[in-house]
């Protein structure tokens, strides 16, 4: 059966090349066209549509998106634009929207666009998650990638992982795969890239979770500006309900991007000499003196032995935060990412695969 | 290289820098074990710390300062015709051997203000010792890179015990030679060499097509014994392999760059060697 679609736009000749586009398909069937919000938002479900194409490049189109999807319940709303701008996408995505297309577009992009959006998930923000480290060795990506893959087979939505280690990235050895493009090709073409021509330079792992993986030399990692990175990061957003970033170790200007973009930063520790403590807590410092209310920046301390309650305390006295997450030891852990199989089997039913089941339950509860 | 003799007149410090690709695999331990060792054979002896967000040097040998390689940039940087790097040098000692340390900054804040030619200015004034320690992190970054290249041999450090630690430490060797760093140069350094792992030494070395020029064992009671007492090695636990093997380390250190450098000091060696004797290491 065809789309009912509603087409809302104030530039007459961009009506028109879109009407000759849809009106030509037979997977569309343009029952009402507006050029004013106000009528649209009136008027159109007199006629039971259920796609409408929003020129987000009209502030006021942009800022009554959420008031489409509150009264289209149901309905896809797509909004169009010239040129991708990565600001307008993350407000309509907030507020609500399928996804965004540029146009003008053919039939057949608009069925794409529809495909990729339809499989993130929810029609709500993506929920960008990054992993920092102070110096390292901290278990930060071995974290990532189970997380990456519980919050996917919980929610059956799509999780991205992007590896942002950018010189000594360890996922694709995790998962023994070796992706055709990396992060380097990602940063390169964002600017030309929608939604639909990213998506590819993902590698999938499993279904619903996929891979953007670093540079296969550490000195290509020059090659990517930090804020490219983030635009990266956002179009990530766009075709994925869950984005996962595993930064590089300490702070220089790839992780205090990513961080400032992101709902949720783990600070990931892992205790040996006693003085990695001493770094968290410069970390959460650091982060506190950039707070601005937007993103939570959670502790998560690992191969926490003892595993108790009181170890837990102990840690926080020192640190002068609290233990958000503490995830115990598991050796087996090491020969299962030693081999690539991360993906296959991991050593269920243990106290480490709980403690990351209830962390993805944190994670998941804040983006709802 | 020269050896501290009161006459030369020209004579710069042999340079180690202390490397790896993979991080919290032993670097800072090599560096303050390296600096002691050659303390003890009576070469002056500077330990700069240039992990500079998150430096351990001061935390593993439980000092404080707070004169810092930060503190240094800001002074050369407003007064350049009194500076003495001398001035944010903190010495640790105990017994015979002492050496001097240049710490990293207290502040990551400070961390993120340096500039490397600055740095690498800081470190040429260091010349004044025989040996200078310099303690990296685990990145290819402009700071490190420049401190390689005024590096004497660079101390490359892997331990091979996981996969990704051995793909980096492939990765991070391969990177140096297209970097045009001199084979001879780079010193392969196994840490933990002899803890349980699936991955055999041999394999690693035809891998990187180059033997292990010192392999480390693993000793992790000793190593903690150290941090925990805040001392080097020697002193925390004299008796370990661990400590033999460092010892030997340091044999190759200084003999191996030029035989003269040992006969210079070769009275003191002796001194030094039957004390090391009698204590059993």
Redesign the interface.
């Known amino acids: 059966m065809a789309y009912k679609v509603i087409v809302v736009e104030d530039n007459q000749t961009m009506m028109d090349s879109m009407l000759n586009v849809l009106r030509r398909s037979p997977d569309f069937e343009v029952v009402a066209t507006y050029k004013n919000v106000n009528a649209a938002l009136g008027q159109a479900s007199m006629f039971k549509p259920n796609l409408f194409f929003l020129n987000l490049e009209n502030e006021e189109m942009l800022n009554a998106v959420p008031d489409f999807v509150d009264t289209f319940r149901g309905a896809y709303i797509l909004g169009t634009m010239s040129q991708w701008d990565p600001l307008d996408v993350n407000q309509a995505m907030e507020g609500g929207a399928t996804g965004c297309i540029l146009k003008p577009f053919t039939a057949k992009e608009i069925l794409e666009y529809l495909q990729l959006y339809s499989v993130r998930g929810q029609r709500k923000p993506a929920e960008l998650i990054s992993f920092f480290s ?5 278990g930060r ?1 071995t974290l990532a990638a189970i997380l990456a893959m519980i919050i996917a087979e919980k929610t059956g939505e799509r999780v991205a992982l992007i590896d942002a280690d950018l ?2 990235g ?1 996922l694709p ?2 998962f023994d795969v070796e992706p055709k493009r990396t992060l380097v090709d990602a940063t390169q073409d964002i600017k030309l890239l929608t939604p639909v021509t990213f998506a590819p330079y993902f590698h999938e792992i499993k279904p619903r979770v996929s891979l953007l993986s670093s540079p296969d ?3 290509y ?1 020059e090659l990517i500006a930090p804020d490219s990175l983030v635009e990266v990061v956002m179009m990530t957003t766009n075709i994925f309900r869950y984005v996962i970033v595993d930064l ?4 220089n200007p790839i992780t205090l991007d990513v961080c400032r973009i992101s709902d949720i930063v783990f600070v990931t520790t ?1 205790i ?4 990695e403590i ?2 968290a807590k ?2 959460m410092e ?1 982060f506190s003196s950039q707070d601005d209310g937007h993103r939570q920046v959670k502790t998560v301390f690992t191969r926490v032995n003892p595993f108790t309650e009181e170890n837990r305390q102990k840690i926080a006295n020192q640190l002068g935060y609290p233990v958000d997450v503490m995830i115990p030891n598991e050796y087996r852990m ?2 299962v ?4 199989r991360l993906a296959q089997g991991l050593p269920q039913d243990t106290q480490l695969m709980k403690s990351i089941s209830g962390m993805a339950d944190k994670v998941i509860a804040f983006g709802r | 290289m020269a050896v501290a003799t009161k006459t030369s007149i020209e004579r710069s410090s042999v340079i180690i820098s202390v490397f790896s690709t993979t991080p919290g695999i032993g670097k800072t331990i090599i560096a303050i074990n390296l600096a002691a060792g050659l303390a003890h054979e009576g070469y002056k002896v500077c330990l700069a710390d240039l992990d500079l967000q998150f430096g351990d040097v001061l935390n593993y040998l439980k000092l404080n300062s707070v004169n810092t390689v930060a503190g240094a940039q800001r002074a050369l940087l407003d007064n350049p015709s009194t500076f003495h790097i001398r001035d944010f040098l903190i010495d640790y000692s105990e017994g015979d051997v002492k050496f001097s340390i240049l710490p990293a900054p207290l502040y990551v804040y400070d961390a993120y203000q340096t500039d490397v030619q600055l740095i690498t200015d800081i470190i040429n004034k260091l010349s004044y010792f025989d040996y200078v320690i310099i303690d990296l992190n685990s990145m290819f970054s402009a700071l490190n890179l420049a401190m390689l290249d005024i590096s004497t041999v660079i101390n490359y450090v892997g331990v091979i015990d996981f996969l990704p630690a051995l793909k980096n430490y492939k990765i991070g060797y391969d990177t140096l030679i297209r970097f045009d760093y001199e084979e001879s140069k780079i010193r392969l350094v196994e840490n933990r060499s002899d803890s349980q792992k699936l991955i055999n030494a041999h394999d690693v070395e035809r891998l990187l097509g180059e033997p292990f020029y010192h392999k480390l064992p693993n000793d992790y009671p000793s190593v903690n014994k150290s941090i925990n007492a805040g001392k080097p090695l020697m002193f925390a636990a004299p008796d370990s392999k661990l400590t033999k093997s460092f010892d030997e380390l340091v044999g190759l250190y200084t003999n191996r760059p030029e035989e003269k450098a040992a006969a210079e000091t070769s009275s003191n060696v002796s001194i030094f060697s039957k004390i090391g004797k009698f204590f059993g290491f």
């Not at chain 1, 040996?272 to 003085?275: A, V």
């Not at chain 1, 990412?337 to 690539?340: F, K, T």
């Open positions: 102070p110096k390292g060795r901290a990506t010189q000594f360890d050895i995790f030399r550490p000195e990692a590089p170790a300490g702070f892992m040996n000499s006693g003085f001493k770094h410069k970390t650091m090491i020969s990412a030693n081999s690539g």
